[in-house]
């Protein structure tokens, strides 16, 4: 955003204003220590250049709440419809999302003036008062936030292809501190409520609340490191079949999987590639970029499972590690009991991938901050690894 619509809004802003821009803004700060060429890249079809992210949450506030809720706007581009629609159907046909990375113009210097014209439309919805598009305003910032996540995955994934190893952005290289030894912490289960309580913002899928019945189980009392994680390479763990759910196996045959995304070994010690550049793995901290396969593939050789998702929600706050790295549950990505979509296109936001996905729980180091809780059910497909995915175990009590 412009130094200039900073200065000249904030002095006399709401305090809904000065969240918009902040959220803006970090958007911008994530995307500046990439070049135009970076930001065009698009390493794979599931990840999205940095500046198609720029660009999409800019469309979501102009399409869901400028057009419908301020009569004076005027469209930036016409154009920008088809090519930064995500999936919204209801909108309208779009560009393919495999073919994001071909779309070499507008540039980024176009995009940035798609982003200050929108926000300054924003901004004089927000001083009139946004009225029966507040709603929808406080939907594109929690949107807008799970694109800033985005754009640190995306962004990881396309420099780990750089045959230079680039770093995002320089970094202390500071050693992780000792793990904690892994412990268990039991619960007694019973009939408990999960689900979002109405107070606050949370998205459509993370609610209604509800009953579940839960048996006796223990969580581990921390994230799996990488130490714990090599001890399963070292033994065998991508070779042998029998930790492994079939399509697992599958895919460790098919992409030739032999240890999470990102490690690679170098003079016979491994190393991660983190957005600071490629380091040695430092076995305390906890393993991450794990598909769900190769999570439950570990739990099943430690002799324990992963957990389901109302076991996780109900004893999050007596744990450790929460927020460190996503972490992969058991639970299949459906609706709650009593689940309705959203009317209009804004529907389309959640309901319509409950399918063929698993919930993960937490939040990571990639989260912004304030964005997650307790009921926040992330969902991904099981072979998915570029996300900062990593585990927790479970176990039943008898």
Not at 150 to 167: C, F, Q, T, V, W
Not at 365 to 381: D, E, I
Request: aromatic residues 12%; contains cysteine; proline residues 8%.
């Amino acid at each position: 955003m412009s130094k200039s619509v900073t200065q000249a809004v904030l002095p006399a802003a709401t305090e809904s204003i000065a969240r918009f821009l902040a959220v803006r803004g970090l958007t911008e700060q994530l995307a500046a220590p990439l070049s135009p060429e970076d930001q065009t890249v698009q390493s794979m079809a599931d990840a999205s250049p940095t500046k198609w992210h720029l660009a999409h949450t800019t469309w979501f506030f102009e399409t869901f709440v400028l057009r419908p809720h301020a009569p004076v706007y005027r469209v930036f581009d016409p154009a920008y419809e088809y090519l930064f629609n995500s999936y919204y159907e209801a909108v309208g046909p779009r560009h393919p999302r495999p073919q994001r990375g071909l779309v070499s113009r507008p540039g980024v210097d176009e995009i940035m003036a798609y982003r200050r014209h929108v926000s300054e439309a924003m901004v004089e919805l927000l001083e009139r008062g946004a009225g029966n598009a507040q709603v929808l305003v406080e939907l594109g910032l929690h949107h807008e936030q799970q694109h800033q996540e985005l754009i640190l995955m995306d962004a990881k994934h396309m420099l780990s292809l750089n045959p230079l190893r680039p770093a995002y952005r320089e970094g202390p290289r500071a050693v992780a501190a000792e793990a904690s030894p892994l412990s268990w912490i039991g619960f007694n289960g019973g009939l408990v409520e999960i689900g979002h309580d109405g107070r606050g913002f949370a998205f459509d899928n993370e609610g209604p609340r509800h009953r579940v019945w839960l048996d006796p189980f223990a969580l581990a009392s921390r994230p799996i490191n990488g130490a714990e994680y090599l001890a399963f390479i070292e033994d065998g763990g991508y070779r042998r079949p029998e930790f492994w759910l079939s399509a697992g196996w599958d895919c460790v045959g098919q992409h030739g999987w032999q240890a999470p995304l990102y490690w690679e070994k170098r003079d016979g010690r491994w190393h991660v590639f983190t957005l600071s550049g490629l380091r040695a793995l430092q076995p305390s901290e906890p393993v991450c970029h794990v598909s769900a396969y190769e999570a439950a593939a570990f739990a099943k050789w430690a002799g324990k499972r992963l957990p389901r998702e109302a076991e996780w929600e109900t004893s999050a706050g007596a744990v450790q590690g929460i927020g460190e790295v996503w972490e992969w549950t058991a639970s299949p990505y459906v609706a709650y009991p009593g689940y309705h979509e959203p009317p209009g296109a804004i529907g389309e936001y959640n309901g319509k991938f409950m399918a063929n996905q698993l919930v993960l729980r937490g939040g990571c180091a990639a989260t912004p901050a304030g964005h997650s809780r307790t009921t926040y059910r992330n969902f991904f497909p099981p072979d998915a690894r570029w996300m900062f995915g990593g585990i927790r175990l479970a176990e039943d009590l008898r």
